[in-house]
Nanobody, 115 residues
């Protein structure tokens, strides 16, 4: 079992920045991909960014150039640096980890962007 705990959400003005963190604990061996998804009210959960253990990254088109995902394998932590935030980025952000074919989710952290 892998437990994921997110932190760093909050309220920010449009154009501002936030950094989300997600710490993995428990049986963290062989965690391959980690990433961030988000879900706004009335919308489906969508992929924001992913990073593999080899640090290969992928981003949703809507966040490319503004968000950066990174990973500290020694700390089993993944980060999402968000800049130039827009009101449409507001959502609950969920951390995700893939281990041996099983997916794990964090509890989510709210990001609110005021215009």
């Amino acid at each position: 079992q892998v437990q994921l705990v997110e932190s760093g959400g909050g309220l920010v003005q449009a154009g501002g920045s936030l950094r989300l963190s997600c710490a993995a604990s428990g049986s963290v061996f062989s965690i391959n991909a980690m990433g961030w998804y988000r879900q706004a009210p009335g919308k489906q959960r969508e992929l924001v960014a992913t990073i593999t253990s080899g640090r290969s990254t992928d981003y949703a088109d809507s966040v490319k150039g503004r968000f950066t995902i990174s990973r500290d394998n020694a700390k089993n932590t993944v980060y999402l640096q968000m800049t130039s935030l827009k009101p449409e980025d507001a959502a609950v952000y969920y951390c995700y980890a893939l281990q041996l074919g099983l997916g794990y989710w964090g509890q989510g952290t709210q990001v609110t962007v005021s215009s």
